[in-house]
């Protein structure tokens, strides 16, 4: 299964563990159904994105059964050997901190041996654009090209969808084209390992996604929560449905009228979790800032214009912690977002 990490690497000092007490349950985490009507999606959006950064979507459209056959796939993946799994290191470019490279297997955050207390997870991260346009799929499981393309067909489209909701709640609709935002597409599977005393070790350390919006796949195990004004919610899992979270490039266009959600996944003492996630955000040389119908004179813009590219290599030279990626381009008052 790839390199195993010492115990003593993934136990977290006390001050650095998530706290049973301080999570509540997932009562008010939105909910939305993409069969409504559609002034009724519009809107929901537009609240669920300021409020929370956070939801769930149901009846989105995608077959079930083709996010059933993506989860069969990440199973199956983390089922093979950790020869096999090291492989799809050498798909594309090298094991590298480039944020555009291909393929990387590892381990906790992005596998590097310098990670201090490490999450306890597996990861596969596949650069669709890069894998569909130099045609560049793994030999096995065999059904890997097949399952992986038909999903990221179906995905985007669900993808752009929402960014088209999107901008139609911020009236963008004439000014900025938002699609943008969802020029590229990285797809990450996560596989956590079960842990006897969960409250000692992280599944996922606590973050927020640098690029523009994401849409996750979990299975039924849960273990995922989210932040909102300071407070955790857990984030069950509801049958069918896509966990869809902003992320940092939306907050920034935005001038933080929508939140980037900062979320986390805890361990289960017993279970083992597989997720599925497409990254949607923009190309490479992509200049992002607030854009120009989002800030005013009451409302000054509160991060200054960066290229992706740059973002992310701080995002993975800095590794998860909280909300921190933002720092990167924050203008001084804009501190407190
Ligand atoms: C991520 C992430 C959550 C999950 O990969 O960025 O937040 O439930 N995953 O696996
Ligand atoms: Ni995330």
């Known amino acids: 299964m790839g390199r195993v990490a010492p115990e003593e690497n993934y136990l977290q000092d006390l001050n650095n563990r998530f706290q049973e007490a301080e999570v509540l349950d997932d009562s008010q985490v939105p909910i939305i159904d993409f069969s409504g009507d559609p002034k009724y999606i519009v809107d929901a959006i537009a609240w669920a994105c300021q409020e929370w950064g956070f939801f769930q979507a149901i009846n989105h459209g995608v077959p079930i059964a083709s996010m059933k056959n993506v989860l069969k796939l990440a199973k199956e993946i983390f089922n093979q050997t950790s020869e096999e799994n090291e492989a799809y290191n050498s798909l594309g470019n090298k094991l590298s901190d480039d944020p555009s490279e291909a393929y990387r297997y590892g381990s906790g955050f992005n596998n590097r041996k310098d990670e201090k207390a490490i999450d306890l997870k597996y990861f596969l991260r596949l650069d669709y654009s890069l894998a569909r346009q130099e045609d560049i799929w793994p030999e096995s499981p065999s059904c890997f090209r097949e399952v992986m393309k038909k999903y990221h067909d179906q995905v985007s489209a669900f993808g752009h969808c929402l960014l088209d909701n999107i901008s139609k709640g911020l009236g963008l609709e004439n000014s900025y084209d938002l699609k943008v935002m969802g020029e590229k597409i990285i797809c990450i599977m996560n596989y956590y390992l079960p842990y006897h005393t969960p409250e000692l070790v992280k599944g996922l350390s606590a973050h927020s996604d640098p690029r523009a919006i994401s849409i996750l796949i979990q299975d039924d195990v849960g273990g995922l929560e989210v932040c909102k004004h300071g407070q955790w919610f857990a984030v069950k899992p509801v049958k069918d449905a896509f966990v869809v979270n902003i992320a940092d490039q939306l907050q920034i266009i935005t001038n933080a009228k929508y939140k980037s959600a900062e979320h986390r996944v805890r361990a289960h003492p017993e279970k083992s979790r597989l997720s599925v996630v497409a990254f949607f955000g923009p190309g490479l040389d992509t200049v992002v800032g607030p854009l120009p119908e989002m800030v005013s004179e009451k409302n000054p813009p509160l991060y200054r214009e960066c290229v992706i590219k740059d973002y ?17 381009v924050k203008l001084d008052h804009g501190a407190k977002v």
């Open 312 to 328: 992310l290599t701080q995002f993975y030279a800095k590794g998860l912690d909280g909300k921190r990626s933002l720092d990167y």
